[in-house]
């Protein structure tokens, strides 16, 4: 049987030789595909998910982290930074630790997930919560690496891009060749970017036939590309996609424009129903922002503009345990309580209302 070796083993043929020569893996990639037969039959379509969350720290950022990392430690760097809404701080802790390196992470002050902060600490990192929001992080974070030893591992660092890329790869070695549309959500734009960049490479090299649109979602709350200028104040639940100012943003214009794609916004409320169908009919498990994805494509669906039988991937980006706190509430607002009973059969059955 076949071991999976990580992304920059697994795709040595389509990475740059920088990445390759000190890797720095934790075994990312090599994430389910997964029918999701609730969501083909409300939209009408063919609907996979690209399980990210199944990534060694729970997120996609893991595959753009171990190019990062790895490329830093062949350049000998003993430092990194990054600023980040909780996952990349995540991931960069951990692949800092696995290499060896100091991680400093700039994170917005009390606006990141508890298992995402809780991560980082736990690797180690120099984690500083920062008075103001991500795009403040990340402007102080690319200062820093510019002036100070400190290598920058944000999205910025087109060394993250070529790991993340890899994802689109994996789909078309399952599918045998690329979906008619690729969804996922966009915050500072690096995923949308690195899964264009990962189609058109496959493409080019023979291994796909076609070009996906490319479908990007932002929350209504912070949709800079969608309204087409900076957010200063973005606000939604979906903290991980908090972001007012994409560092990507030209890049994600041009895979959208360049796919025949769209970048729409999703309200809070949808986010948290799609969060909510995917846990309770798909079988996935993901963090709010994850399911930007899924609400964007209900929401097209209910537009009618879905084709009918599209093949249609769509990226849930995060786990649900980095963020769990939101499946204890319902769709009303109120609390879940979980039912008590007493230890014995009987009562357990009349519970559950066996007879
Ligand atoms: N989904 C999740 C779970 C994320 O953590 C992010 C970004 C995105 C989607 C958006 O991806 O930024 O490439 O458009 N999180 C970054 C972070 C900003 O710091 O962890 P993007």
Redesign the pocket.
Known sequence: AHVWQGIIREYADHLPDHVRTHVVTLGEGGTPLVPAPALSRLTGADVLVKVEGMNPTG???DRGMTTAISAAAARGAEAVV????????A?AAAYATAAGMVCAVLVPDGKIAMG?LSQAIAHGARLLQVDGN?DDCLIAARKLAEVYPVELV??VNPDRIEG?KTASFEVVDVLGDAPDIHA???????????YWKGYREYAAAGRATHLPQMWGFQAAGAAPIVLGHPVTEPETIAT??R?GN?A?WEQ?VEARDSSGGVIQSVTDEQILAAHRLLSAEVGVFV?P??A?GVAGLLQRAERGEVPAGARIVVTV??HGL?DPGWALRTADGDDVVPQRVSADVMSIAAALGLD
Do not use: H, R
Request: with cysteine; hydrophobic share 35%; net charge positive.
């Open positions: 997120s996609f950022k990054c600023a980040s809404t909780g996952n990349t701080s991931s995402k991500f944000n999205s993340q996922l959500p966009v915050g500072n734009a690096g995923n949308i970017t690195a991980a996609i972001i994409p990507s994600a963090e922002a994850s930007a980006t995060g980095k």
